[in-house]
Each structure stands twice: as structure tokens, then as C-alpha cells.
């Protein structure tokens, strides 16, 4: 079998198409939330409504995005006697998607704004669409590929010239898998240890707060590998050595399996809430911290491939990674820090993915023919990632209350007036960046290229 057979093509396009439409829903949405923050149209927007576009908003950005790009890599991966093919997951992915969406406009629901994974209360529609999902995303991980990939010496797959797929990134692959896991079983366990005499806002809270910081390790992680195949792509041809990659993508599982054991101490403890927090500080920055630096490095040593879109997709999600690090470091209260920080951290993650998307359809034979093509391409990145970082250090510096829209929100400095508009303006450009990704991506598909040279 060629090396071309390893490779599940069909499957791995699905779930990027998953990918893609779950991240056009939640830009979509993000406008709301944009609008019912700004100064001077926030009037405009029903804070009830709000709500609930940011809970569909956050599962979708969060979660949905972030997961489906992991399955789309899974089924990237080179392995020898590839099972068959099979259309269950991607299926269920989509029939959940169709239930979260229902369930917004169900007149019985109610908005439960818990941090990492909000929820609709009062809706079985919606826990079933959520549950859905994750069976089709478990539905790839456990399809068995994780274990069949093929020798590192073979560790190529090559179709139209594209060639991709560093040993290190599979071992990424992995820890981003087994995290995401973990965080399925942090739920589980919370499940059992939280009160249900507890109010919604507080039971979703204790019940979703250890498990969602899991799955951060899953997608910074997923972040990471996804930065060494644009690497890759960009003709570094040996981004770690083997044994380097698996010890330090490991260190990320020992934090949370420490953490798993607090658990057991019941979710209403201080010692379950504060462990989430301190496994998140001191587990992910000091072990994605050498990775960040060593892309640095990398990137340095091929200043002539700075013009490429890979290059500017990377060096935009390094830049943004590094301010939710600082963001995240500066956090003392419950207020717009909290939201800045991690919305760093999921624009640096986000641009990542876009970037690859753009490689994994090279490698596939959709290729940036047009010179203007390739600029607004290589601008793309920019103009989204730079978006974000406005976003966010705008966030930061009005350090109002969290989750307020509408008139519930109250504007009494002028430092908050200034935080806003910045986000405001951030926010724009942040739309701006994921419509000309989304352009780009149709043409590219459609084969509709600009004139060449």
C-alpha cells in the first residue's frame, strides 16, 4: 500500500468541515456579544438573548472547534491496515449540533453561564446534543489510530509534493487525546462528588470547573503539535528530537492526574477550586513555555519563509499565547481579566488551526495559485490574531464585571469606557480575519483563484 493509502482523507476532510462551519456559528454569534458590550449599542441587545448566544457561543468556540480539529488530525495520522472508513461520528457530531441549535430558541430555557462549558437549564435537548458530540468525538479516538501509526522512519505522507507530519506532533496528538479523556473522568468524578441540592448556577459551576480546565491541556497541547506540522510545512526538517517531544508532552498529563485526586474531596472544597487554578498556572506555562521558545528559535534560523501564511499564522499564535500567559499571571479578582486572558489563548489557538487548515488543503492539492491570493492569505493571520490581542488587552484594562450585557452593564470610569471601545474595535477586526479566512477558504475549494503573476 502507498503511503498515500495511510492517510483517512475523506474523514479527515469531514471533521475539518465540522471545524469550520462550528467556528463560523460562533463568529456569528460572537457578533452579539460584541454588540451587547459596546457603549453605545448595548441597548440594542436583550441581555436574556445575550446569554444565550454566548452559551452556544462558547460550546462551540471552546469545545466543538477545538475538538473536531483534534479528530481531523487523528485521521491525518499514517497507520498500516487502515480500518474502514466509517461516517458514525462525524454523523452524530452533526446531529448534536442541530440539537444545541434547536435548544436556543426553545422558549423554556434558561441561560446557566458556567465557566468552560455553559449550559441551557431546563433543556434535555441541549445535554443530549452536548452528549452527542462527545460520543462522535470518542467515536474517532477510539477508533484505534493513535496506536497503528506507522514507524517514525516512514513518517512522511506525500500527495501533489505536500509532505507533513513530524514525529513530535503525534506524540502531541496523543496527550491531547488522553487529556481530553481526563477530563471526560474529571466530570464523571464531579458528578458523583457535587451536591444536587445545589442551585443550577453553582452545580454546573463545581460540576464542569475541574474538567474544563483539564481540557486546556488538551488544546494547548493540540496547539502545540499543530505548530510543529506548520513548522514542518515550512521546511524545518527536524523540529525535536523524539525523546525530547515525549518527555516534555507528558509533563502535561502529571498536573492533572495529581489534580484527579481532589476531587475525591468533594467539588465544594477549597482544595478542588483552588487545585484547578494552581494545575492550570503552574501546569501548562512552564511545560508550553520551552516549546514557544524553541519555535521562536526555529522561525529565526528561516527569516525567508516569513512571507508565508504558515509563518504568519505561527508567529501570530506564539505572540498570543505568550499574552494569555501574562494576562493569566495578572489575574487577581473575578473580573474582564479573566475573559481577556483566555480569549488570547483561544485566538492564539484559533489562528493555529486556521494556518493548518490552509496546509492540510495544499497537501490535498488546493494551493494559493494567485499572487494577491497568497498576500491576503499571508495578512489573514495578522489581521485575526491581531484582532484578538487588541480584544483582549482592551478587556483587561476595563476590568468590569464578568457577563454583564445590556443595561446590566455600568460604565462608571473612563479607563472602562477606553477598555471597551478597544475591545470593540478589536472584536471588528477579529470579524474581519475570520471572514477573510472564511473568502480564502472558498475560493480555495472552489478553485475560484484571484489572477496570478
Known amino acids: 500500500m502507498s503511503q498515500a493509502g495511510f492517510v483517512d482523507r475523506v474523514n479527515a476532510l469531514r471533521w475539518l468541515a465540522t471545524a469550520v462551519f462550528s467556528l463560523a456559528a460562533a463568529g456569528i454569534l460572537s457578533l452579539v456579544l460584541v454588540l451587547g458590550r459596546l457603549p453605545f449599542t448595548q441597548r440594542l441587545i436583550s441581555p436574556d438573548f445575550a446569554r444565550k448566544c454566548l452559551v452556544i457561543h462558547v460550546n462551540l468556540a471552546l469545545g466543538i472547534w477545538f475538538s473536531c480539529i483534534l479528530c481531523a488530525l487523528i485521521y491525518l495520522l499514517p497507520v498500516r491496515n487502515p480500518r474502514r472508513r466509517g461516517f458514525a461520528p462525524v454523523f452524530l457530531t452533526w446531529l448534536g449540533l442541530g440539537m444545541l441549535f434547536v435548544s436556543a430558541f426553545l422558549p423554556s430555557t434558561r441561560a446557566v453561564i458556567s465557566n468552560y462549558v455553559p449550559v441551557l437549564g431546563g433543556s434535555v435537548l441541549f445535554f443530549l446534543g452536548l452528549g452527542l458530540v462527545v460520543l462522535g468525538v470518542l467515536g474517532v479516538v477510539g477508533n484505534g489510530r493513535l496506536v497503528r501509526v506507522v514507524s517514525f522512519q516512514d513518517m512522511l505522507w506525500r500527495e501533489g509534493g505536500g509532505s507533513v507530519l513530524p514525529c513530535a506532533a503525534v506524540w502531541g496528538i496523543r496527550v491531547a487525546v488522553l487529556s481530553f479523556c481526563l477530563g471526560l473522568v474529571g466530570i464523571g468524578l464531579s458528578y458523583m462528588y457535587t451536591p444536587s441540592s445545589l442551585s443550577a448556577r453553582v452545580y454546573y459551576e463545581l460540576l ?49 492526574v495529581l489534580f484527579l485526586r481532589t476531587i475525591f474531596y468533594g467539588t465544594t472544597s477549597p482544595l478542588y477550586y483552588q487545585g484547578a487554578i494552581d494545575m492550570m498556572r503552574w501546569g501548562i506555562c512552564p511545560v508550553a513555555t520551552p516549546f514557544l521558545l524553541i519555535c521562536f528559535w526555529l522561525l529565526l534560523r528561516r527569516v525567508g519563509t516569513f512571507r508565508s501564511f504558515a509563518a504568519s499564522a505561527t508567529i501570530t499564535s506564539l505572540v498570543l499565547m505568550l499574552t494569555s500567559f501574562i494576562l493569566g499571571f495578572l489575574i487577581t479578582a473575578s473580573d474582564t481579566l479573566i475573559p481577556a486572558h483566555y480569549h488570547a489563548s483561544l485566538g492564539s489557538i484559533t489562528v493555529a488551526y486556521m494556518g493548518l487548515i490552509f496546509c492540510v488543503l495544499e497537501w490535498f492539492g488546493y494551493r494559493f495559485w494567485g499572487r494577491w491570493q497568497r498576500r491576503l492569505a499571508f495578512w489573514q493571520p495578522v489581521l485575526y490574531g491581531g484582532g484578538q490581542f487588541i480584544f483582549a488587552v482592551g478587556f483587561g484594562y476595563a476590568r468590569m464585571l464578568r457577563k454583564v450585557y445590556g443595561y446590566e452593564q455600568q460604565i462608571t470610569t473612563f479607563s472602562q469606557y477606553i477598555g471597551l471601545v478597544l475591545m470593540g474595535v478589536g472584536g471588528l477586526f477579529a470579524i474581519l480575519g475570520g471572514v477573510l479566512f472564511f473568502v480564502l477558504l472558498w475560493q480555495k475549494v472552489r478553485g475560484e483563484f484571484f489572477e496570478g503573476d
Open 208 to 256: 464542569f470547573w475541574g474538567g474544563g480546565h483539564i481540557f486546556q491541556f488538551a488544546n494547548v497541547a493540540t496547539a502545540i503539535s499543530v505548530w510543529w506540522i506548520l513548522l514542518w510545512h515550512l521546511g524545518v526538517e527536524e523540529v525535536w528530537q523524539e525523546r525530547v517531544s515525549f518527555f516534555l508532552f507528558f509533563l502535561f498529563l502529571l498536573p492533572i
